[in-house]
């Protein structure tokens, strides 16, 4: 039920956006890579010298559409519908529990302040929450079928970033994003919230 609401407002949104984009043509469309790092997490309980599950540096994509709706000079306000897409994260743990992988994406409806809109170089901050989904692999880590299936998350996303103006529709974006989530399907009980940091640089396209 989550999910499926959390669906009907991104694409209200996406809506939204679409039908400002005729109206005002105040628009951004921007596709960024990078990666994606999460902290080790230890489990309790086990026997093992290190009970540490360790977690790939996933190399993930970003597609980004935004509508700005004010601009007071020194700050402007947008809208923004960031979608990040890992296609793997390693999984290491000592025992033979845990996928091999899993793969996870993230779509977070947020508000973004940009500072100095209308100069060459402006930062800004984004705030925003959606879901989550995450596919683990059918392996397990040391070989064996891994029988846990995907599942989903509601996340908070809070992101800073910087825009270096190029032309008149052109800029390069580099961007720090936090995706703030239940845990993964691992098959172990390693924390509550796990903390997904997508670090990324980009092309943003301005119409």
């Known amino acids: 039920m989550a999910r499926k609401r959390l669906g009907i407002v991104s694409l209200a949104m996406l809506t939204i956006l ?32 290190n009970s540490n ?14 509508h700005s ?8 306000l947008s809208v923004e519908l960031p979608f990040v897409y890992n296609p793997s994260t390693n999984v290491q743990f000592g025992l033979n529990t845990v996928p091999k992988d899993f793969r996870a994406y993230f779509l ?3 508000a973004r302040v940009n500072f100095f809109p209308g100069t060459a170089f402006s930062p800004w901050v984004s705030v925003g929450a959606g879901f989550a989904s995450f596919t683990p692999s059918n392996t397990l880590e040391f070989g064996g079928v891994n029988a846990v299936k995907s599942n989903t998350s509601a996340v908070f996303e809070v992101g800073g970033g910087l825009d270096v103006r190029l032309s008149d529709h052109f800029k390069i974006r580099g961007e720090v994003r936090d995706f703030n989530t239940d845990e993964p399907p691992i098959n172990v009980n390693a924390g509550n919230r796990y903390n997904h940091v997508f670090m990324g640089v980009g092309v943003v396209f301005g119409f």
């Open 18 to 49: 679409a039908a400002s984009a005729a109206a005002q043509q105040s628009n951004q469309i921007a596709g960024i890579f990078g990666r994606s790092f999460i902290s080790d997490q230890s489990v309790a309980g086990t026997s093992l010298t």
């Open 53 to 66: 599950v360790h977690f790939g540096d996933g190399l993930s994509y970003e597609g980004n559409l935004s």
């Open 69 to 76: 709706f004010f601009n007071f000079g020194i700050a402007g």
């Open 108 to 110: 977070t409806p947020a």
